[in-house]
């Protein structure tokens, strides 16, 4: 099964919870298809909501020097010169992921200088990753992004089959959703979602769908005791994914139907 999905979001509506409660769901559904759970947030905490132990060492690989080196040509932290635009990239998402539960987790980490469109190693790295997880491999990808989409280009936002953005019913989140909607437009994403989360209400539902009319609503997750909890706490809610929301389960399974 090929499904390549991204979720972005304001910082505060748990973006990074519901990409891991998500991935987890489609690993139990479908024992047989490869998941993997890309942190592609410079507050890399994917690792915690998947039940990751915080003292697996996790290197992302933007800071991997040796190897950026050896597949650019070039020493990270340089710019200019000349190296390698293409590097073979094909074996970092299964040498450098880490798996727990059956979903596989890659961190891709930041470029730290030169601003985020700088040409050097480490950023042809990352795009030339994204390129081929996206492309190429023929599994379930789900991408924690940065508040937009900061870590596709063109070259792969075609491929992508749903980009779903997170909004709590507070304005702020809304709002967020128009310049993130506006982004993944700009570079060819077709299909953008929305995603309720912490909804307490019939009320809170009917605020983001009048609200927001121009949107596809993916579902709306309810206010859960659990997550609230895991989120202040930093540790993965739902250890037995069958004790899940229905909700969330209902949504799983519309982005399982997006690859059929």
Do not use: W
């Not at 070039?74 to 073979?88: D, H, I, R, S, V």
């Not at 200088?113 to 990808?141: F, W």
Request: hydrophobic residues 40%.
């Amino acid at each position: 099964m090929s499904l390549k999905i991204a979720v972005g979001g304001k910082g505060g509506v748990g973006k990074t919870t519901l990409t891991a409660l998500i991935a987890r769901s489609i690993a139990a559904l479908n024992r047989d298809t490869k998941v993997i759970a890309i942190d592609a947030d410079p507050v890399a905490n994917l690792a915690a909501g998947l039940g990751i132990d915080e003292t697996e060492p996790i290197t992302p690989v933007s800071e991997l020097s040796d190897l950026i080196a050896e597949r650019t040509g070039a020493t990270p932290g340089t710019m200019g010169g000349f190296f390698t635009l293409n590097p073979k990239v094909d074996d970092i998402p299964d040498r450098f992921s880490i798996e727990k539960d059956g979903v596989r987790l890659l961190v891709m980490g930041t470029v730290q200088q030169g601003g985020s469109g700088c040409i050097c190693p480490e950023s042809t790295i990352l795009k030339a990753l994204m390129n081929h997880l996206v492309l190429a491999r023929n599994e379930v990808v789900v991408m924690d992004m940065e508040a937009g989409v900061e870590h596709l280009g063109r070259a792969t936002s075609g491929s992508v089959d749903a980009l779903i953005i997170v909004v709590n019913p507070g304005k702020r989140s809304r709002v967020a959703a128009d310049k993130i909607k506006k982004l993944g437009r700009d570079i060819g994403i077709k299909k953008i979602l929305i995603l309720g989360n912490r909804i307490r209400s019939e009320a809170d539902r009917q605020l983001i769908r009048e609200s927001m009319p121009d949107y596809e609503i993916l579902g709306y997750i309810p206010e859960v005791d659990e997550i609230t909890a895991s989120d202040r706490d930093g540790s993965r809610p739902f250890d037995d994914v069958a004790a899940m929301p229905e909700e969330l389960k209902q949504v799983t399974q519309k982005l399982l139907d997006l690859a059929k």
